[in-house]
């Protein structure tokens, strides 16, 4: 599912996201969902209405130029080659020889969700600026300051993943190949996706939807998988945040720094170990179920622990 906050911008929503916002009357949340979470999506907000916040839920298969003439994703990810990529257990010999590709084997690239921020200013073109948030976050703090980031003339604000955890291009692009060779330094730095501002007038006027077809089809020609990731298509294009604004790692990496995480903005648990599931790392789990309110009759049949 896909959230997006006008004068703050989101993709996903769910009892993860908690959000403090000082005026939430000038706040309207546009959440993009399927056809079989549609109508559930709506009756969830009818019944807990978000206070004077705005919500406004849209089904992404009724948005009909949403097809696979007019994005090239849509045929890659109905391609069996796409399939067999994901899904087939015949891609190595051994585990270790397949673990580092592994994170990028997930099926959830096969959703066309995930792949819909690419097409943000088709599906909001009213809209000039968003923040982008993603469903396994927690808001700790006002985050009304990004507003006034400059991200010089950038169309992607975003924290830098350059950290002893994290990855510069060279470790999950392949470098061999001439076509990415040509348009990436080895040496740069990833950047986080879960919290970020996009200025959508700059993103208009250096199409970056059509660049992201332009590699899209590139994909099907050449087979390349690695582009259905997207992390790179706003390479040159992104602003670095200073990192209080988005800590990552809470869903796999036991060993962040207390601290880091308690000053935060937004904490983001990517990774397997969701919180609300059985294998969540205990140490982290509170700063979610803090804001569960366990005597919710839904919320109670989930069987959450407290």
């Known amino acids: 599912m896909v959230t ?21 009357s000038k706040h309207v949340f546009h959440l993009a969902t399927d056809k079989l979470n549609f109508g559930a999506v709506n009756m969830w907000f009818l019944l807990n209405p978000p206070g004077k916040a705005t919500i406004h839920v849209e089904n992404v298969d009724e948005f009909k130029w949403l097809n696979s003439s007019y994005c090239p994703v849509l045929r890659q990810l109905e391609s069996a080659a796409m399939k067999n990529y994901y899904f087939k257990a ?26 819909l921020r690419f097409c943000l200013p088709q599906v909001y073109p009213k809209l000039d600026k968003i923040l982008f948030l993603d469903d396994d976050i927690v808001v700790q703090k006002d985050l009304t300051g990004l507003w006034a980031v400059d991200l010089h003339e950038k169309v992607n604000g975003a924290v830098e993943t350059c950290g002893e955890s994290f990855h510069r291009f060279d470790e999950y692009l392949n470098f061999s190949n001439p076509h990415i060779a040509r348009n990436c330094d080895p040496n740069a730095c990833g950047w986080a996706y879960g919290m970020n501002t996009f200025d959508l007038k700059e993103w208009k006027k250096k199409d970056i939807t059509g660049i992201y077809h332009k590699w899209q089809n590139m994909a099907i020609v050449r087979n390349l998988t690695q582009y259905t990731l997207g992390t790179w298509h706003f390479y040159g294009l992104t602003h670095p ?33 969701k919180p609300w599931l059985e294998l969540a790392m205990t140490k982290y789990r509170g700063y979610w179920t803090k804001y569960i309110k366990y005597v919710h009759p839904h919320l109670r049949s989930c069987k959450l622990s407290e």
Not at 7 to 20: A, D, E, L, Y
Not at 93 to 104: E, H, V
Request: positive net charge; hydrophobic residues 35%; aromatic residues 8%.
């Open 4 to 24: 997006l906050l006008r004068n703050v911008k989101v993709q996903g929503i769910s009892t993860s996201m908690r959000c403090q916002f000082l005026d939430p």
């Open 90 to 115: 015949d891609h190595t010999t051994t585990l270790s020889s397949g673990a580092s590709n592994l994170k990028y084997r997930n099926p959830k690239y096969l959703s066309m969700l995930n792949h």
């Open 241 to 273: 945040l200073q990192k209080s604004w988005h800590v990552l790692g809470l869903g796999y990496n036991p060993s962040l720094d207390r601290a880091e995480i308690d000053n935060a903005a937004v904490v983001h648990y990517n990774g397997n170990m």
